[in-house]
């Protein structure tokens, strides 16, 4: 009878145990997603509400980032040519506020001190990492 228990004990020791190992071994795994997560992804679609600091790249390509720093590549087209970092932008949107693909909104370009207003076409639309982003952003 002392065997049985002896056992007993032993192979419920055993099996507490591989529980403890497996704890840990989800713990660690569950700490490393938290880790990827810090790094963000960018959203696929660039938010017409939040819309934080523009950045002009050249006459085809602004840098537009959001309020929480995504940053988004704007291809565009039209009388946006001559835009620069001093010129003040804006969206009409087609539909939703989201800009997922090219004429999803046009672009407002306001360049003071004329007041003049030039609507311009988004041919495409490219969510980057920051680190592409501050590639640009040097530039």
């Not at 509400?49 to 537009?64: E, F, K, P, S, Y």
């Not at 046009?106 to 982003?133: D, F, H, K, Q």
Request: some cysteine.
């Amino acid at each position: 009878m002392n065997i049985r228990k002896a056992l007993g004990f032993s192979v419920a020791g055993l099996a507490a145990g591989i529980l403890t190992v497996t704890l840990v071994s989800t713990t660690q795994a569950g700490e490393d997603d938290r880790g990827a997560r810090s790094e963000r992804a960018t959203p696929r679609c660039l938010d017409g509400r939040n819309v934080g600091r523009t950045h002009v790249i050249d006459q085809n390509t602004l840098l537009v980032y959001d309020r929480f720093d995504n940053p988004y590549k704007l291809d565009v087209g039209g009388p946006c040519r001559s835009m620069n970092d001093m010129s003040v932008f804006g969206f009409e949107f087609n539909g939703s506020n989201q800009i997922c693909d090219a004429h999803d909104a046009m672009l407002l370009r306001y360049e003071p001190p004329s007041n003049m207003v030039s609507r311009c076409l988004i041919n495409g639309i490219e969510p980057l990492t920051r680190e592409e982003a501050a590639e640009l952003d040097k530039g």
